[in-house]
């Protein structure tokens, strides 16, 4: 078995894809830690309150991906045979239901805020703050499913340099409209929390203008314009719904498992909350490589089966393992070395920064694992169209073990917060194991195309 393969090609297109994805979400982990850093700056209220108002978006951040993931699946595929007409059609069908879901996660936020926020927590400071963010950040949900879910889309072609485009000039926006109105400067009024949910209202708009003006009037090779929005395609929406729902589902489920884990920290206290934000921003941060290259995976696979060369597509898979161990390694390493830097930054509690401290120190072994389930899983076998099993381990490890074990040591047992995160997370360790297994028995390769 051959480790690495010799192909430069590979290594080409690895890089040409999973460069500016890590660029793009490094861009994106800046717009979150000048969140997390301008409002920690006002206190731990104003941060948890913000850190739980983003659970809403981020599950639907995370449909969206399952979204666009299950139709790139497809999408790759048909660009390996150059098959551009069904890459536009299936296009459509993500805009349709895109749009559809946001609505409804909007209507969640503008309508019942204080419900929503009230899953997550008890704290009355908390609740108030979050219903202020969300009635303002509700209004852009469908502007930015839109936007981000073409970004994502192009990825199947390999056209991944505009994400970087679109999300640095939206960082500069958001960090700018941050420093306005969170802190009432320009003559501008002290808007705190809303002043953030304004600003990033603001930088998405920014996102949509640029993305839909590249989509319709600059992108000259798959060529999607607005008349390719009316009609269905029947063979192409059977074939999204075998082969694309199974992973929108995964993520659905993925994403309520993130916010049962959302709800067991923001219920042991805001002190956990303000840690847990910290956190993940430092661990989105380590892991832009492993998001790069997981994306970049996930096309160069696809493609490659779509050519039709299966024996190439496992040549490069087994390389692919081996290049999650290297990734997950450095990013351990830094996220272990930034502890103490990260801390010092913000505004908070001595036992906040104990919490900050212990949970990074198991973040930076946990993501090791991450980083091999999120290449062989996201990347690779669902790039060969081996989405089942991918909903197979969610539900087995995720549901049946650490939600359940981690509801318990948080909510029931009352065990020590770092036991609690560990517990959990624990699902990481597992995966990894079985999708290695997976990748090297070869059974994971799937044309899904016509």
Do not use: H
């Amino acid at each position: 078995m051959t480790l690495f393969v010799k192909d430069r090609v590979f290594y080409q297109k690895l890089c040409a894809i999973a460069i500016p994805i890590a660029l793009q979400n490094l861009i994106t982990v800046g717009v979150s830690m000048a969140d997390t850093l301008m409002l920690g700056a006002l206190g731990e209220v104003e941060l948890s309150s913000a850190s739980i108002a983003n659970q809403l978006f981020y599950m639907l951040q995370v449909v969206g991906f399952g979204l666009t993931g299950g139709a790139n699946v497809l999408m790759a595929q048909y660009w390996g045979k150059g098959d551009l007409d069904r890459m536009r059609r299936i296009m459509a069908l993500v805009y349709r239901i895109s749009l559809a879901i946001s609505l409804a996660f909007a209507a969640l936020a503008l309508l019942v805020p204080q419900v929503v926020m009230s899953i997550f927590t008890t704290d009355a400071q908390v609740i108030a703050g979050g219903c202020q963010y969300l009635r303002i950040i509700g209004f852009i949900y469908p502007i930015y499913a839109i936007s981000n879910n073409s970004v994502m889309m192009f990825r199947a072609s390999g056209k991944v340099k505009i994400s970087v485009v679109v999300y640095s000039i939206s960082l500069a926006v958001n960090v700018f409209f941050n420093w306005v109105f969170i802190f009432g400067n320009l003559g501008a009024p002290r808007m705190g929390i809303a002043g953030a949910a304004l600003a990033t209202s603001i930088a998405r708009v920014c996102e949509f203008v640029i993305i839909w003006f590249y989509t319709f009037y600059w992108e000259k090779d798959i060529r999607f314009r607005f008349k390719d929005l009316v009609g269905t395609d029947r063979e192409i929406t059977q074939d999204f719904v075998r082969n694309a729902m199974p992973i929108l589902f995964n993520e659905f489920l993925w994403s309520s498992g993130a916010s049962v884990v959302a709800i067991v920290i923001g219920r042991m206290g805001r002190e956990f909350v303000s840690a847990n934000s910290i956190n993940t921003v430092v661990m989105q941060f380590a892991s832009v490589a492993i998001i790069g290259l997981s994306n970049a995976a996930a096309a160069v696979i696809g493609n490659t089966i779509g050519e039709g060369d299966i024996p190439k597509a496992k040549e490069r898979a087994t390389t692919l393992v081996f290049l999650s161990l290297g990734v997950g390694v450095a990013a351990g390493a830094l996220i272990f070395v930034l502890r103490p830097f990260v801390v010092g930054l913000y505004n908070i509690s001595p036992l906040t920064q104990s919490y900050t401290m212990d949970i990074m120190a198991i973040t930076s072994v946990l993501v090791f694992f991450q980083s091999i389930s999120m290449i062989t899983m996201i990347g690779v076998l669902r790039g060969g169209g081996d989405g089942r099993f991918v909903l197979l381990m969610d539900l087995l490890f995720m549901w049946t073990l650490a939600i359940p074990l981690g509801f318990c040591a948080g909510l029931v047992w009352g065990l020590p917060v770092p036991l609690v995160f560990l517990l959990l997370k624990c699902d990481e360790m597992i995966k990894s194991v079985f999708s290695i297994l997976r990748i090297f028995r070869g059974n994971w390769i799937r044309d899904l195309t016509r």
